[in-house]
């Protein structure tokens, strides 16, 4: 799976944008990126994810360069319930194996009031 | 509605004593994983059981056993803890071939060795 690379931390005024950047400038064209996040002592949780194509749901939305060698992540009004560290992932979809999750170090957000 | 439980949330024992832990699914997922979170790490992948097929990381440690007795539970077995080995323990599944190819997390045990 490609590597990515994220900011080690970023700050958001509370009911701004929250806008996370990652590189992942190896991806292969058969990889998607995720992006999950992990609140303090909790279970990572699934965001979004998506292959080329600009992506939205209730949570929050992914925007895909047209080289797909970058994306961030918008959380459209960051609560201080968003505060996590956020991870973006790039991995192979669909290979018919059981293909884990690697971590890289995440972003750690911090939603300020 | 808890789809992944882990049982207990934080679990003490003592260095070299023996020590389980447990991971249940209502998910009825065919993929089951355990992974290692030191702290101020990321989640580091142990090994994981695609129905009943265990693969194993290959740096992971031979101190660190894992059982599927069944698809709904899945445990950890540490059979000698050292102080290193104290960490976040989480367990996730996955459904290969389903429509959505994401990974379900439980909230973690966190274990502390003595």
């Known amino acids: 799976d490609a590597k990515t690379t994220q900011p080690p931390s970023m700050d958001c005024a509370e009911g701004r944008a929250a806008n996370l950047p990652c590189n992942h400038s190896t991806i292969s064209g058969n990889e998607y990126v995720y992006w999950y996040r992990q609140i303090h002592s909790q279970g990572p949780q699934y965001i979004i994810h998506?292959?080329?194509n600009n992506e939205t749901n209730e949570m929050a939305s992914l925007i895909i360069t047209e080289d797909r060698k970058s994306s961030t992540l918008i959380l459209p009004h960051a609560t201080l319930r968003d505060t996590a560290v956020y991870y973006c992932i790039v991995r192979v979809v669909g290979s018919g194996s059981a293909r884990q999750l690697t971590f890289g170090s995440g972003t750690q957000l911090t939603v300020l009031p | 509605d808890a789809m992944v439980i882990q049982n207990p949330r934080y679990q003490v024992t003592q260095f070299g004593k023996p020590v389980t832990l447990s991971c249940s699914q209502t998910l009825n997922h065919n993929v089951m994983y355990w992974y290692q979170q030191k702290s101020s790490q990321a989640p580091k992948l142990l090994f994981h059981?695609?129905?009943?097929?265990?693969?194993n990381e290959a740096d992971t440690p031979d101190n660190f056993q894992s059982r599927r007795p069944n698809t709904s539970f899945c445990f950890l077995d540490i059979r000698s803890p050292g102080l290193g080995d104290a960490a976040m323990y989480l367990c996730?599944?996955?459904?290969?071939?389903?429509?959505?190819?994401?990974?379900?997390f439980g909230p973690g045990t966190r274990l502390t060795v003595l």
């Open positions: 996730a599944t996955w459904e290969a071939g389903g429509y959505t190819d994401t990974q379900y």
């Open positions: 998506g292959l080329k």
């Open positions: 059981y695609y129905d009943k097929d265990f693969n």
